[in-house]
């Protein structure tokens, strides 16, 4: 049996999609575990009302802990001997469960992993067409940075983890990271088992990616500690295995300029004084030896040109120039292409 783990907090006008779709799937020997994480928005009793139509729908109401909190109290409560993860903004194919079953079966020490649809209102698209010509691609651990780089392997809701292991390994999700809590919990499970990744290229998720309270769309006070965490993580886990750091050095480095880049908060900047502790803790970021040691590599390609030039300036108030003018200017595309169309 799959127990299916969904965390829900206040998502009422999403909430009845994603369970309708996990209800539907062709796969029967399911169990769903919906975490109510304190919502004040009527998710909990719809969280009921499913509860009551189906038995195979078990809920638990808690007191608003934020989301790992609500995906631990999932795993202790999990019976099946294999655990999937949903979102509750997001909905799932109808095969979701079927397809990725199938691929684990045939290799019970890899971890499967399918592609999926991004979803923004109306719209969806598959996530990279082009990662993979075949319909099936076999990938060592040793390489997991090439599904990392291709938006794969960091998200819980495109793979199968054996409920065993987990438990065998004390595996949880750190209740205070808000941010990258699923990329943590993913490396420290691939550190458990032998296998690599068995990839499917079908989309059998959609990905909701317009949801404005998105934790990953929203400014957090503790976000360079959360980056510094994930990417220690992330730098030890490619250490540990021979050449891995050699081989994925320059994606790795354009990663975390990309991290610590919206930890500068350049994207959102109001003011261009610099005459604040905030503002110094910035520089001292900015002139770090592992950030420097990504502007040595990111070649003209990897961002605009002007901020391109801000940053091989190598002085942080002229790179803090150029990328205020690089948002100033997509603020007015924005604002003439909506004027074009309305």
Sequence with gaps: MISIIVPVYNRK????????????QTYTEWELLLINDGSTDGSAEICNEWQDRDNRIRVFHKNNGGVSSARNLGLREARGELVMFCDSDDSTEKNWCRDLLDVYLQNENCIPVCNYYEVNNDHREIHK???????FMQIPQKDFF???????????????????VIEKNKIFFRNHLQLGEDLIFIIEYCKCISGGFNYINLPLYFYSVNDSTSLSKRDDDRLYETYSEIFNELFAYLKSFDGAFDKYRNRYNLSYFYAMNRVLGFAAMARLSSD??????????????????????????????????GLKSHSYYIYKLTVFATEHLRKLRKTKNYERNK
């Design 129 to 135: 067409q082009n990662l993979c010509m075949d319909s």
């Design 13 to 24: 006008n999403t909430l009845n999609r994603c369970v309708e779709s996990i209800v539907a």
């Design 146 to 164: 090439e599904l990392y780089c291709g938006g794969l392997f960091g998200t819980l809701w495109n793979k199968i983890f054996q409920r065993d």
């Design 276 to 309: 604040n502790d905030h503002d110094r803790k910035k520089r001292a970021i900015f002139y770090s030896d592992n950030f420097r040691d990504c502007i040595r590599t990111i070649s003209r390609k990897d961002i605009n040109f002007i901020q391109y030039l």
